[in-house]
């Protein structure tokens, strides 16, 4: 069965800590994303991943960054947490060069920020 | 630049009754694949349907259908005999060949089915 896994469910963190959010996959895929997901906003791109070391920004990068070190793994890094950061967020990997093949996504991890 | 729209926050729907839930995109490509995901109140992301660009007949999937009018850059979820169980939130997503790495997200319409 394939998984995408997200390290935590939920996280409350402070204003200017650094929080990392991570993800693994156990498929293989080249790909891999980061999204938040807010009410009436549906899921918006953070950053994505096509390869080992490889690194695109999405539509809302700001205050993010990510690393990608091994395949299997994909970090979302929030430098110095802010209120406006509290949302949920999703993991997911895809294979790519295939347009018809979905990705596949993590449980998601509500990160609150006080 | 790749985009979708998603007109329908929210839907109500009596048990049975068929319903449509409305997509359209915006791309300059032409070569491109279409998704739809469920997002049931436990969160997780269920793939739902796939349609590419290119594919001649509308996409099926049990009691989905995906309404494909390529030339209105349309792609709308079609559920045949809703059942309860199909509350839940709706996304479309698109992928383009050009970016095959890159999926992108509407902003969903929430379902409710009443009994």
Known sequence: ?114 | AQKITQTQPGMFVQEKEAVTLDCTYDTSDQSYGLFWYKQPSSGEMIFLIYQGSYDEQNATEGRYSLNFQKARKSANLVISASQLGDSAMYFCAMREDSSASKIIFGSGTRLSIRP
């Open chain 1, 1 to 114: 069965d394939v998984k995408v896994t997200q390290s935590s469910r939920y996280l409350v963190k402070r204003t200017g800590e650094k929080v990392f959010l991570e993800c693994v996959q156990d498929m293989d895929h080249e790909n891999m994303f980061w999204y938040r997901q807010d009410p009436g906003l549906g899921l918006r791109l953070i950053y994505f991943s096509y390869d080992v070391k490889m690194k695109e920004k999405g539509d809302i990068p700001e205050g993010y960054s990510v690393s990608r070190e091994k395949k299997e793994r994909f970090s979302l890094i929030l430098e110095s947490a802010s209120t406006n950061q509290t949302s949920m967020y999703l993991c997911a990997s895809s294979t790519s060069r295939v347009l018809n093949t979905e990705a596949f996504f993590g449980q998601g991890t509500r990160l609150t920020v006080v």
